[in-house]
């Protein structure tokens, strides 16, 4: 039964990851960028929430609502200086300006805040049923991740907006000759994709210590966890990370956790070769 | 040949040797280790501009081979009781091999995934040296100092590194330069312009891909043993950096992809900036943006880098610029 | 006997693209190939040159059995082609677009000959002046020259022609006609999908025509240009098809 503790400490922490994952897919799924500067926007969410809960104060869940907002805003920006000019060039211009911005903020970050691990330092207790015990941050970083994965869905499916970047994501010209201003809702939709990735780090500020580095290691994971879930598929993305947060938490049961890593990606090859569609269909 | 009358190849490999002949000459440590770090990208580039520049796939963690070679290489050494020579042999052909595998299976992706891919071998290859008894797991290997005494000790083995590395840059500009000039450097290019339209052609895209892979593997695997012989040790937490794997293409994409003479003038100059950065105290803590910044500037305005943008707008110095 | 096809049928998911297309070609034919867009001739191409194998049915070329090789192995033993929308190697000169189809076509020539061949084949289709230039700083007729020049660097048997004269204006055509002529007259065999009607009915020997995938006729230009349903499903006025074969010199 310890098992199953480790199962669901895994799965919370699955929604956190798939949160991250979904950021990366969703600008993959509408623009076909892949965003190498995802690590250190999910760095940069976490030091957001970090910042405002030290220097005022403020509550880490109402500090994470600034924080995404923030989020929105920087890719949007990120989008029209390094994006915007090569989005129609072939895939490496994209590849390599998303991640001269990743050069630039753990530039930035290094300088003005080291290397030293922040922590955030708020707790909630723990709960306990049956023969699991889960941190009460964790739990409410999975209700926090379901309720941003919902509003994601009533945003794309309910509102003029979201209909209008699933539009551009389907068939950009045919959109914008019916007059969709694209590169408005290409910038809006990178800037959502880097959102999700600040909520995803802000989250994450409330479970473990952290540096501007630390977003590599989930960037890492948003990879394998968007190509197992199909490249383009937001749902597929939260369901990949819930299968990862549940493979991360069995296999320290049966192997050292030093061979995570290794069993993670290998998988991510294996999926890459076999069903490069993900296990639950890409976009396109 | 009659391509060996080109007086553009003549001239980078003279100038690359003259500026490696400086340390020699004056005898000063300090410029001969400015001069090996900037000819080790000049492999690293130049190898990699096979896989990128030529056939157009692009290799994110090309630096595995680096590692995989520098962790062969010290093992050899080490535990083998081998000598330099066939250390540098072994990286080599390690990396030429583990390429020859994956390439059979990863070169059937395209574009973005075969990125991602090349990526995951990275992480997959150094999580698992992280758990591999034999190559030291997450310690890694380091050399008994004694070791030097075989090459006639300490300082006589840098500058034996040194001499060792002056050939195989020379060596890496002579491969880039034969491939580009060749028959299947043509077969390369075309499936880099368009893949389906050259398997039309008649070019055996399989083999072909899996070739050019194999190529740009070994010199990053021998060049990783001397590096990683100089430095006395190898980590897996170093040896598989994918940030300076994504530096490479970087140094490539600055001197102009596709061009003999780009990733030579990329890697000097990137490693030039660097070392001015890092010294300079206004910039030192912010070198990584400054190269991010120069980065991006590049990819917006001047894509196909240094070399690539005289060559389009000066069409007669194409033929002096390999 | 130079190309047999026997029955060749091929789906994507739930489209019958192609149905039991069977049609013999002797060696130094121009064959023409019409049909509504949609008809599935490309496909035939597709499926004739390799790119990609066929559900049923099999493609024999100089009687050897081809059926599902890939275009490469395809490329050596002859069989070249040209694209509707054409594909140029943007960052090669023209001069060394040429060459890569006789360096991987059919006599596997190294670089020296290829400079040579792709000299005469550059000088063939008019487009001697701008060798060294880049393929991309072509216009669409000269892009589509090239292409006929890449494809005929590889000194094929059999030449299969997707819309060549598409975009063309008609002195274009003309001189286009004309260049097909001569490749016949050196023995090689031609498969021309076209929409230019005159063209075509013009230039062929014999005509299939395709709808919805499947053959609904075959025959000579004038056969077919009085064919029932050939008017039906594609040539539209009967007076139209007389017409163009009053064109014929």
């Known amino acids: ?170 068939n950009r010209s045919a959109a914008e000759l019916m007059g969709i201003p694209s590169s408005r809702i290409l910038a809006f939709s990178f800037g959502l994709g880097t959102m999700l990735a600040a909520i995803a780090g802000g989250l994450i500020a409330t479970f473990f210590p952290f540096t501007i580095l630390s977003g590599g290691v989930y960037e890492l994971k948003s990879f394998v966890i968007c190509v197992l879930g199909g490249l383009g598929n937001p749902l597929g993305a939260l369901a990949g990370g819930l299968v990862l947060g549940a493979i991360e938490g069995i296999i320290p049961k049966f192997l050292p956790t030093t061979w995570v890593p290794v069993l993670e990606f290998l998988l991510f090859i294996i999926i890459l070769l076999v069903r490069p569609s993900g296990l639950f269909g890409a976009k396109k | 040949m009659n391509a060996w009358r080109n007086p553009g190849i003549w001239l980078t490999l003279g100038v690359v040797a003259a500026f490696s002949v400086w340390p020699i000459l004056t005898q000063k440590a300090a410029s001969r280790e400015v001069l090996f770090t900037m000819l080790l990208s000049v492999v690293l580039a130049s190898s990699l501009n096979i896989i990128l520049g030529y056939t157009g796939y692009v290799s994110f963690g090309h630096i595995v081979y680096f590692g995989l070679g520098g962790y062969v290489g010290l093992y050899m050494i080490s535990s083998l009781k081998v000598t330099l020579w066939l250390a540098i042999i072994g990286g080599g052909l390690a990396s030429a091999l583990l390429a020859f595998l994956l390439g059979r299976a990863i070169l059937r992706l395209r574009g973005a995934y075969f990125a991602l891919a090349t990526i995951g071998v990275n992480e997959a290859v150094r999580a698992f040296i992280n758990n591999f008894k034999p190559f030291g797991g997450p310690i890694g290997i380091s050399l008994n100092f004694n070791v030097y005494k075989d090459y006639g000790g300490a300082t006589q083995s840098l500058w034996l590194a040194y001499y060792l590395l002056i050939a195989i840059a020379l060596g890496s500009i002579v491969l880039s330069y034969v491939v580009k000039s060749s028959k299947f450097g043509l077969g390369l290019r075309a499936i880099r312009e368009d893949e389906d339209a050259a398997e039309v052609m008649g070019v055996i895209t399989p083999d072909v891909k899996t070739w050019a892979y194999v190529l740009s593997a070994i010199l990053p695997g021998m060049v990783g043993v001397l590096f990683y012989f100089k430095n006395g040790n190898i980590e897996p937490g170093d040896a598989f950096r994918l940030h300076f794997s994504i530096e490479l293409l970087v140094m490539v994409m600055l001197g102009g992809y596709g061009t003999v003479l780009g990733p030579v003038l990329g890697a000097a100059g990137y490693q030039r900036l660097r070392g001015f950065l890092l010294t300079s105290p206004l910039f030192k803590d912010i070198q990584l943006s400054v190269a991010g910044a120069l980065l991006l500037l590049i990819i917006l305005f001047i894509p196909a880098g240094a070399v690539g943008w005289i060559r389009h707008r000066v069409p007669v110095l194409r033929k002096v610029l390999p | 006997m130079i190309l047999q096809v026997e029955g060749i049928s091929k789906r994507f998911g739930g489209l019958q693209a192609l149905m039991r297309v069977t049609f013999d070609l002797p060696e130094g034919q121009i064959l023409g190939l019409i049909g509504p867009n949609g008809a599935g001739k490309t496909t035939l191409f597709n499926v004739i040159n390799g790119v990609y194998p066929p559900n049923e049915g099999r493609v024999s070329f100089r009687n050897k059995d081809v059926t599902g090789m890939k275009p490469y192995n395809l490329a050596r033993l002859g069989i070249a082609r040209s694209h509707q929308i054409v594909r140029p190697l943007n960052e090669l000169s023209v001069r060394e677009n040429v060459m890569v189809g006789s360096c991987f076509g059919r006599e596997n020539q190294n670089l020296g000959e290829a400079a040579k061949t792709s000299n005469e084949v550059l000088a063939f289709v008019g487009l001697a002046e701008r060798a060294d230039q880049l393929a991309s700083s072509l216009n669409i007729a000269q892009k589509k020259r090239l292409e006929l020049a890449r494809a005929l660097a590889s000194r094929p048997y059999l030449l299969l022609l997707d819309e060549v004269l598409a975009g063309l204006n008609s002195s274009e055509i003309d001189t286009m006609i004309e260049t097909i002529r001569l490749i016949r007259t050196q023995g090689v065999t031609i498969i021309m999908i076209e929409h230019v009607m005159h063209a075509v009915m013009n230039i062929s020997d014999r005509i299939i025509v395709l709808d919805y995938g499947q053959q609904i006729a075959e025959g000579t230009p004038v056969e077919i240009a009085r064919n029932e349903r050939v008017i039906e499903a594609y040539l539209g006025d009967p007076k139209l098809a007389e017409r163009l074969l009053q064109h014929k010199q």
């Open chain 1, 1 to 170: 039964m310890e098992i199953l503790a480790f199962v669901v400490d895994g799965l919370l922490l699955g929604f956190v990851y798939g949160i991250a994952a979904m950021g990366l897919t969703l600008i993959w799924g509408v623009m076909n960028v892949i965003n190498l500067s995802h690590g250190p926007i999910i760095a940069l969410g976490s030091f957001g929430v970090y910042l405002l809960f030290t220097s005022i104060g403020m509550n880490p869940y109402l500090a994470l609502v600034l924080v995404a907002i923030a989020g929105l805003l920087v890719g949007m920006l990120v989008y029209a200086i390094a994006i915007h000019r090569v989005i129609n060039a072939p895939h490496l211009s994209t590849l390599l300006a998303t991640f001269s911005i990743n050069m630039i903020i753990i530039g930035l970050g290094t300088a003005l805040f080291t290397t030293t691990p922040r922590t955030v330092n708020y707790s909630l207790g723990s709960l306990t049923a049956g023969p699991v015990t889960v941190l009460g941050t964790r739990l409410v970083a999975a209700l926090a991740a379901t309720l941003v994965t919902g509003l994601l869905y009533l945003f794309l499916y309910r509102t003029t907006l979201g209909k209008y970047v699933r539009a551009v994501a389907n």
